[in-house]
């Protein structure tokens, strides 16, 4: 049998194809009954897998199943980019938790840190937006990287 007559994972065409075992799956529910429950991110270090495998283990088993082997029991903010929110998985079935909402105080509060923190840049830009050359030492580097 050539190439051209075996299909996806090497079998000839219109074989079935076994079913793989589920081994991250199986090594994430252990280190969740293990360790408690963790993030995605948290799960790969401790089983030495990439972040990826891992999202990509608890989706399937998610959509596949529902929440028969994993549910969000909690929700952690990450603090790194946007202050997403992080779902945190547990082993065993059960509800999710609902993701938490920021209320518009807290939203308001957010912008306003924003605002302070990059107050120069903002005034820099929207004076170059109303065509005021802006001043300082950094003018002429502005004016070269926006023609």
């Known amino acids: 049998m050539d190439a051209a007559e075996l299909g996806q994972g090497g079998q000839a065409r219109g074989a ?11 090594a994430i529910v252990q280190a969740l009954r293990q360790h408690g429950p963790q993030s995605a991110e948290n799960l ?7 972040k990826s495998a891992v999202k990509g283990a608890l989706s399937e ?7 028969k082997f994993f549910r969000i029991a909690g929700w952690r903010r990450y603090t790194g980019r946007g202050s997403n929110w992080v779902p945190i998985y547990a082993c065993g079935p059960g ?5 938490p909402v920021l209320t518009a105080a807290q939203r308001n509060e957010r912008h306003a840190r924003y605002r302070a923190r990059m107050r120069d840049v ?8 109303r065509g005021v050359q802006p001043g300082g030492m950094w003018a002429q580097l502005l004016a070269r990287s926006n023609p």
Not at 44 to 50: H, I, P, T, Y
Not at 122 to 129: D, F, L, Q, S, T
Request: no cysteine; glycine share 8%; proline share 5%.
């Open 61 to 67: 088993a998610r959509g596949k199943y529902g929440t």
């Open 16 to 26: 079935q194809l076994m079913p793989m075992p589920a081994y991250t799956r199986t």
């Open 44 to 50: 790969a270090e401790v089983l030495g897998l990439r």
């Open 122 to 129: 903002i005034r820099i830009r929207n004076r170059v937006r």
């Open 95 to 99: 509800e999710d938790v609902a993701r």
